[in-house]
């Protein structure tokens, strides 16, 4: 196998796993916004919407991943379609605060 097809292949079980684990909800520590609130802001927050809108999107790019080593000739296009799903998400993130919120 060729180097680039490990690496993308590191990357997929990578986005996997911690996938996996936002999903579930342990990995609420690693979003930036979270460490930034205090006590007060940290009950607020509805961890668990946040884990799994992260989780998702951990999936998502690993299947664009994915594609990259199944596809190579659609490298272009799964680079495309990577930036519109992480423009869609950070729209759809910042429009509606109010369903992160107890």
């Known amino acids: 196998m060729a180097w680039n097809v490990v690496l993308a292949l ?3 079980l990578l ?3 911690l996938g996996v684990q936002s999903y579930r909800g342990k990995l609420t520590r690693l979003m930036a916004d979270y460490l930034a609130q205090n006590a007060q802001g940290k ?3 509805d961890e668990k919407f946040l884990g799994k809108i992260q989780g998702g999107l951990a ?8 594609g ?4 190579p000739k659609l490298q272009t296009f799964l680079l ?3 930036i519109i799903v ?5 729209l759809y993130l910042n429009s509606t605060p109010k369903k992160f919120k107890n």
């Open 86 to 90: 992480l423009f869609v998400f950070i």
């Open 43 to 45: 009950k607020q927050l």
């Open 15 to 17: 986005l996997i796993v």
């Open 80 to 82: 495309l379609a990577q």
């Open 68 to 71: 990259y080593i199944l596809f």
């Open 10 to 12: 590191f990357f997929v």
């Open 59 to 66: 999936f998502i790019f690993a299947g664009l991943a994915g």
